[in-house]
């Protein structure tokens, strides 16, 4: 398996977990009953299977790379990518923030929170979208064969120091998880 194939069947459990998302977001819009426990595991995934993991073997591996093989960082698809990395970690500040209220009880932190699980799923998910169909078909073309090795390497390094053996498999169960507990 290619290293870009690894990060798309990433990118597909992390679109279910957008999924559940909007999901929950939406119950919550209508009044809803959702168990500030189902944003509490939305979190957690996000900051170690998302952040951790797979925007790390990104950053730290994939890019840099593919800045050695002649795709430029700033004010290239390089750059957008780390951008919209960034807003995305700043919804998920937000969405963190506003679920410690809405925990203690605070129902007037539900807007809040909804404003940042939804700007989190529509900023990821054409995001995602780009790295499928253009990013990665470009790491492809450029990366010479015996560096998509290295690559590989690379990202068993950074899953396993950086989440840990067998964390991987829990966070796709948490998924299953949560699609029945908000209805997906
Ligand atoms: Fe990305
Ligand atoms: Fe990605």
């Known amino acids: 398996m290619k290293p870009t194939e690894e990060l798309k069947e990433e990118h597909k459990v992390i ?3 957008l999924k559940i998302l909007e999901k929950a977001s939406q119950n919550l819009e209508e009044g809803k009953e959702v168990k500030p426990e189902v944003f509490k595991k939305a979190v957690d995934f996000i900051r170690n ?3 951790k993991c797979h925007l790390g ?3 730290d591996a994939l890019f840099p790379m593919m800045e050695k093989y002649g795709i430029p960082r700033e004010s290239g698809p390089l750059g957008v990518m780390l951008y919209e990395h960034t807003l995305s970690r700043n919804y998920v500040k937000g969405m963190a923030e506003a679920l410690e209220k ?3 009880g605070d129902k007037s932190s539900i807007k809040k929170l909804v404003e940042n699980a ?10 995602i979208f780009k790295e499928d169909n253009i990013l990665y078909a ?3 073309r450029n990366i010479p064969e015996k560096e998509q090795k290295v690559l590989e390497e690379k990202f068993e390094k950074i899953e396993k120091e950086r989440i840990g053996e067998g964390k991987h498999h829990e966070y ?13």
Do not use: I, S
Not at 118 to 126: E, I, N, S
Not at 172 to 184: A, I
């Open 15 to 17: 679109l279910r977990m």
């Open 49 to 51: 299977f998302v952040d």
């Open 57 to 59: 073997k990104e950053e």
């Open 102 to 104: 809405y925990e203690k």
């Open 118 to 127: 939804l700007g989190f799923a529509g900023l990821l998910a054409p995001h």
């Open 138 to 140: 470009m790491a492809d």
């Open 172 to 184: 796709l169960h948490l998924v299953e998880e949560l699609e029945k507990q908000v209805g997906v």
